[in-house]
């Protein structure tokens, strides 16, 4: 008997979860109708699993735990422990629609960073999904792909993006964020690298402390109003 072609064609409906921190500026909640920027911060690896404290350890949650005026909405979810941000872009996007929707967002000032394990994430969710951003600031990370990179970031040419890395970087390569950076600007990107040349892995902590860096993302905003829902 010969054999013949067929299509299987069914849409297959996700259940997806997610534990989060969230973190709420005092004021918020003052004025009712008042619209807050937001930041998604995305772990590294070592933070992966069922504990949020876990979470606390770096980055933006750690910051937010000592500072009651920090001028976002912060997002933090946890990773599960046999999976890694780069594989769960649907979860994460499915996650920032849920708390636009949820809480006082502005969503034209919706703003992403991750570090090492995160930064691939951030690198790949914003790759997935460029209109849910603002702005992206991807730390010591960078993107897995077997295709020509700048198809794969075409998408964030006009996405302003800020990166950082560390030089002396042994565990995330230097040449992650400079290959990303050298696409993006090829494509005309509105993108900057930032390379600290005493700094291995850790770039994240001097970057998060960094004021310039929160003043940066609050002057960016999407030109035009482009619903996350």
């Not at 919706?110 to 951030?122: D, R």
Request: aromatic share 10%; with cysteine; charged share 25%.
């Amino acid at each position: 008997m010969s054999q013949t072609e067929h299509l299987f064609e069914k849409e297959i409906v996700k259940k997806v979860s997610l534990r989060y921190l969230l973190y709420l500026p005092k004021d918020y909640g003052k004025k009712p109708n008042a619209k807050w920027p937001m930041i998604l911060f995305l772990h590294g690896m070592g933070e992966r699993g069922n504990n949020l404290e876990l979470v606390k350890k770096h980055g933006i949650p750690k910051i937010v735990e000592k500072k009651d005026d920090f001028p976002f909405v912060v997002v933090s979810p946890q990773c599960p422990i046999n999976s890694m941000w780069n594989m769960m872009v649907d979860e994460l996007h499915a996650l920032v629609v849920d708390a636009v929707q949820r809480f006082n967002i502005d969503e034209n000032r919706v703003y992403l960073t991750g570090l090492s394990m995160g930064g691939y994430g951030a690198w790949h969710l914003a790759a997935a999904y460029p209109d849910l951003f603002a702005a992206v600031v991807p730390i010591c990370g960078g993107m897995i792909h077997d295709k020509d990179i700048s198809e794969q970031i075409k998408g964030l040419k006009d996405m302003p993006i800020w990166i950082f890395h560390g030089a002396k970087d042994e565990t995330v390569p230097v040449e992650n964020s400079k290959e990303l950076y050298d696409a993006l600007k090829k494509l005309g990107g509105n993108v900057k690298l930032t390379i600290y040349p005493d700094l291995g892995h850790d770039s994240w902590t001097v970057t998060y402390d960094n004021p310039a860096l929160y003043k940066w993302l609050l002057k960016q905003k999407k030109q035009t109003k482009r619903s996350t829902r």
